[in-house]
Structure formats: structure tokens, C-alpha cells
């Protein structure tokens, strides 16, 4: 079994990609969670990231954030 360790935390800079291009490639935003989401009902880690694109916080899936600047 792969253990996947997911080293993100509130106040990095990610990058944000759209699964499905429908949100015409890419934006940036910042996390607001504290840590990861991870319980039985998410089959994928999550955080909540303050989009710039949208203007709003939105949960975030681990396949689709890359962190481009990590908080100190």
C-alpha cells in the first residue's frame, strides 16, 4: 500500500488546476484550512482555498492544488 503524505498548510500560495478545463486552465489562491480534510465520506484529501479567480474560499482537492510558495 503507497502512503501519500500531503505537506500542505494554511497560508501557502497554490496553484489551482481545473480537472476538467472548464474553468480555462489555471488560477492561484491561498489556504485558509489548517490541514487536510480527511474522513470516510472524502475519497481525496481536501483543503479550502480562497480562490483569487472567484473571489470566494472553495474546498480543493489534493489532485487539483500545487503549492507554488510555501507559508513560513
Not at 503524505?5 to 501557502?12: A, N, P, S
Not at 476538467?20 to 489548517?34: A, N, R
Request: net charge negative; glycine share 8%.
Amino acid at each position: 500500500m503507497l502512503n501519500y503524505q500531503w505537506e500542505i498548510k494554511r497560508g501557502d500560495l497554490v496553484k489551482i488546476t481545473s480537472p476538467d478545463g472548464v474553468e480555462g486552465g489555471h488560477s492561484y489562491g491561498i489556504v485558509m484550512s489548517e490541514e487536510p480534510f480527511a474522513d470516510q465520506l472524502t475519497l481525496f484529501p481536501a483543503v479550502l482555498v480562497y480562490s483569487f479567480l472567484h473571489g470566494l474560499a472553495r474546498q480543493y482537492y489534493s489532485y487539483s492544488v500545487q503549492i507554488v510558495s510555501a507559508a513560513s
